[in-house]
Nanobody
Framework: VQLQASGGGLVQAGESLRLSCSVR??????MGWFRQAPGKEREFVARISESGALPDYTDSVKDRFTISRDNAKNMVYLQMNTLKPEDTGVYYCVAGRFGGLKVGKVDVWGQGTQVTVSS
């Protein structure tokens, strides 16, 4: 599995961004996003099951972020709305068994994409 994330950038608080992750894989797996803020550990942001039927989020992004996937296009997305300065960090696309992603059991890490939210 190879993952290529894109879509990061610099935005003001309250604005939106959509991250995309291109997935090169011979099999379907759970997908997700982690982020790492400066000086902090990586943290789980969102995950989605193989079929796309089970999105799941960390509490701080619920009702603001939406994870989705298009298996026909081998793409995973993270729509981020109402961004806050505390959302700033490097965002990583990840792949692994859906049940383990939330606790960091990741099989494949993509390269990160920087998201910066100014106040």
């Amino acid at each position: 599995v190879q993952l290529q994330a894109s879509g990061g950038g610099l935005v003001q608080a309250g604005e939106s961004l959509r991250l995309s992750c291109s997935v090169r894989t011979s099999r379907i797996s759970g997908m997700g996003w982690f982020r790492q803020a400066p000086g902090k550990e990586r943290e789980f942001v969102a995950r989605i099951s193989e079929s796309g039927a089970l999105p799941d989020y960390t509490d701080s992004v619920k009702d603001r972020f939406t994870i989705s996937r298009d298996n026909a296009k081998n793409m995973v997305y993270l729509q981020m709305n109402t961004l806050k300065p505390e959302d700033t960090g490097v965002y990583y696309c990840v792949a692994g068994r859906f049940g383990g992603l939330k606790v960091g059991k990741v099989d494949v890490w993509g390269q990160g994409t920087q998201v910066t939210v100014s106040s």
